[in-house]
């Protein structure tokens, strides 16, 4: 009982909007992905370079600006490879993905021991982080204040881009295209459509949201980069993405149950529980958070079968 | 058509060589860039897997776990589907054969062969899992696959750290297994043990599976075109159900193999990817079962050199994975050399047009 006060407590849900913030990122970029019609696997890579090489920059460059824009181009780099490779040379998406995800690992490692001189993090570098922001008015409410107020540039930047990529998709001459592309990319190439520039464009911006979640990991919600860092939240951004159907406002909803327990597994280390299980529990979550989802649809699309068949 | 056939054999085999060739460059070009003794690096890495008897049985060594996830990816991938469970099953396979291992009171000759089955009994039922969800619900198998990846790495941890530990060890380590569940030693002076017997038996069982059965062409069919094999009658869902289930099998079994060969306790703290690199493997291989061993070699060697040059100079053995990663763009990259092939064939189209206009 214990438990579920805490639960409800603002520390909690404090905590929630923190875990929450790197997967949303990812996910409102797999969003702008699949909707252009491209399964962006690449996103653990992306996320995990960007994380790295923001710090890194920052550190050389003396300033966050200078971290922010390394990391955004690292990011926007590993995508345009991505896309290049996937879009002009017909290169299988899934593998093109795996490829990303298996060069970031070594090539972090092997950049860090480069940079530092040691494997695990980047401890020993002096790199900036994000800042945290007390919003004015909203900080003096009470239980609200606490929830709402303090928590890192880059969370708010994550709200932010909900409305953005919304914006996007849904009320530009570009969005439109996208998702014209993404429906039915002969029908959209049939009028004119440029496919293959609309969806690098697509794979671009869902590098940069990347890029911004994989910062948030190493100068945000801690202030160094570890290795290996992203543990799978760019997976889980991917089935926040298919789950929330690619909508920048279900993906938000989505993200935001996978986070919630990413943030149970933080508290529950203190039950009496084997830790293994505790640390399965996001992953297991998600596992089961997309097949109930996936059960749901499947009776839906039964009941349209139904009632056309009676019409 | 059969020219077409030899400018497709021609085309892949230079494709291969121009990337395990870029490969090679690239190595060279990362030590030169970090390096401050990039000659003994470079020495290090391409020459040092081939200095003693022992580095050469480290190389089929480090080969054998990547037959079987190559295997496991070219059967899955084959059906068309996507699942990444090569790595959670092979994983699976480890804590099996452990539990096999440690637990049961078996005669020498009987204890690895039961090990290894339970731990390709366990591969297949974690590989059933998502091709089960994506055949009854459409649940994505990529993604459940890639989770049900963790959950199995923590999983067999947890068999370890509760049920399996050995207490008076600081670091994390298993009970050790009894004597009669060890693999022999084939070769005197390596390693190399039976398990990697198994992996080339599997090699050639998996090519005479793939193109001398009728459940084979079944399942290529299927991958090749699901809606052609839908429409044929074959039961596309069955079939591509059964090969992810065959394939966790292969790669459980390559779990328990490694673990009974190449150790005596269980060590791992995580696990350690062979399903990813298999990937790669299969990849290089085109999806080739025959091809298997030697792609598996290569990497295996690329992985020994690593090692060495790790230990004997200032550049870090992650580099490799960068190389695996660059090997798999490029080997995905399908229309690289493509419009080379087009022309080949064209022209030969012509020569045959030319000469039948003459006849």
Sequence with gaps: MNLISYICSPDFIFMWIRVATPILLAALGAAVCSKAGVVNLGLEGTMLISALFGVLASVYGGSLFWGLVGGLASALIVSAIFAYFHLILNANNVLCGTAINTAATGLTIFVLQVATGEKGNSSSLKSFAFPNLEIPIIKDIPVIGEVLSGHNTLTYVALLMVVLVYILLYKTPLGLRMRAVGENPDAASSVGQNVIKIRFIAILICGALNGLGGMYLSMGYLNMFVRDMVAGRGFIALAACSMGQSNPIGTLVSSMVFAFFDGLSNILQVLKIPSEFIQMLPYLATIIGLTVYSIQQSVVAKQKMKKQKEA | ?359
């Excluded at chain 2, 089929?60 to 990444?84: D, H, K, N, R, Y």
Aim: with cysteine; aromatic share 10%; glycine share 10%.
């Design chain 2, 1 to 359: 058509m059969n020219s077409n056939k030899r400018i497709h054999l021609l085309v892949d085999t230079v494709k291969m060589a121009l990337i395990i060739a870029i490969a090679c460059g690239l190595v060279s070009v990362i030590v030169f860039t970090v390096s401050e003794e990039p000659m003994n690096a470079i020495y290090n890495f391409f020459i040092g897997p081939f200095t003693s008897v022992r580095r050469i049985g480290n190389i089929i060594e480090a080969a054998s776990p990547l037959v079987f996830t190559a295997l496991a990816v070219i059967i899955i991938f084959g059906s068309g589907q996507f699942s990444m469970i090569a790595e959670g099953a092979f994983f699976i396979g480890t804590s099996g054969a452990m539990m096999a291992a440690i637990a049961l009171d078996l005669p020498a000759g009987i204890h690895p062969i039961v090990a290894i089955g339970f731990a390709g009994v366990l591969g297949a039922i974690v590989a059933l899992i998502p091709a089960l969800l994506k055949m009854r619900w459409n649940v994505s198998e990529l993604v459940t696959s890639i989770m049900l990846n963790y959950v199995v790495q923590f999983f067999a941890i947890y068999l370890v750290n509760y049920h399996f530990r050995e207490v008076s060890s600081s670091s994390m380590a298993s009970l050790e297994f009894k004597d009669t569940s060890r693999l022999q030693v084939v070769l005197d002076g390596t390693r190399i043990h039976s398990g990697v017997i198994l992996g080339l038996v599997l090699c050639v069982l998996m090519w005479l599976f793939l193109y001398r059965t009728s459940f084979g062409t079944k399942l290529r069919i299927t991958g090749d075109n699901s809606l052609f094999a839908k429409y044929s009658g074959l039961k596309v869902t069955w079939i591509m159900v059964l090969a992810q289930v065959i394939a966790g099998a292969v790669a459980g079994m390559g779990g328990g193999a490694e673990l009974l060969g190449m150790y005596n306790r269980f060590k791992w703290s995580a696990s350690p990817g062979y399903g990813w690199t298999g990937i790669v493997v299969a990849l290089l291989a085109r999806k080739n079962p025959l091809l298997v061993p030697l792609s598996a070699a290569f990497i295996g060697y690329l992985n020994v050199g690593a090692d060495i040059m790790a230990r004997n100079s200032d550049v870090g053995r992650e580099m490799v994975d960068i190389i695996q990663g660059v090997m798999m763009f490029l080997i995905a990259a399908d229309a690289l050399l493509q419009g080379w092939k087009q022309r080949m064939i064209v022209k030969a189209a012509k020569a045959e047009a030319g000469q039948e206009v003459q006849a």
